[in-house]
């Protein structure tokens, strides 16, 4: 992929392997693209994602062919019982709140509120334990004034771009594994055609919340070059799991398999890494 400047002298910015790119997040005023691009990219599975002004998704464009077993898959995803979705769902809730809790350890602030409630989280989560900890865990993590706004700027607006460049890797993730991203757990939205793909993100959206409040620590409360380029980084900070140490990208895709094999009843067991990612896995290029 070539990258050039507009106007009447276009100059040549950067060149990129089509092999080497997860995705494209289109974010910027005045972008052009060829479809010889978009069609490279369907072919490999990597994502374009176009944002609106607030920095959120208004369109994606991915691979309809994502898997030799796709039809299988499918079909598989669409006979799953209430159930075994519900369990699911549960899992995905508990893994998230065991992670934001995390987050208020690493920033200082108490996390006995978010981890007493992972325990009280039940099939479905019919009580929505998840907006409880939510209500809680922004205030713990911003200050009593924050309230998520995604049409705010500052920390909002970083957040909005974070979860776009996640949201594209889940989506990438869920497309490989043979799913179809519409057919969710528990996202319900008839206008949403990402559903499984917003249910698959939640445990891992706590990566994005630490890197941003990392950088509010710094003073940088706008989205430019730099904080683009951190907030990507993200997707390759090192996790600890039970089959040793992957990147965060690798962890979304090995969530997505294994839920296409629950589907199949080759597994019964969501893949969902435990321990969050060290200090260390969050160091931007101004750090020593």
Known sequence: MVI????????????IPLDDIGAVIANAHGLS??????????????????????????GMLFSVDGNHHQAKRFDAQIRISKPIRDRLWADVIKSK?????AVLERV????????????????GDFE??????????WTLLFGPSFRRNQ???????????GYTVLRAMTARAVVAAGLHPTLGLHHSNESNPMRLVDDLME????VIDFKVWQLCQKGKMEINAIVKREIVLTMFVDIETKDGISPLSVCIQKAATSLAQIYLG?????????IFPSIEEFMGDDEP
Request: with cysteine; hydrophobic share 35%.
């Open 128 to 137: 929505n334990i998840e907006a409880q900890g939510a209500r809680r865990y």
């Open 151 to 161: 049409e705010a700027q500052g920390a909002n607006a970083m957040l909005n771009y």
């Open 4 to 15: 050039e400047s507009t106007g009447v002298e276009r100059r040549e910015l950067g060149r």
């Open 33 to 58: 693209y060829t479809n010889n691009l978009l069609v490279a990219l369907a072919e490999r599975g990597a994502p374009f994602v176009l944002c609106g002004s607030n920095h959120n998704v208004v």
């Open 203 to 206: 445990p891992f959206r706590p």
């Open 108 to 123: 200082g602030s108490p996390s006995a509120p978010l981890k007493s409630l992972v325990g009280k989280v039940k099939s």
């Open 266 to 274: 080759e597994e019964k067991k969501l893949y969902l890494p435990t």
């Open 97 to 101: 709140l065991a992670w934001q809790a």
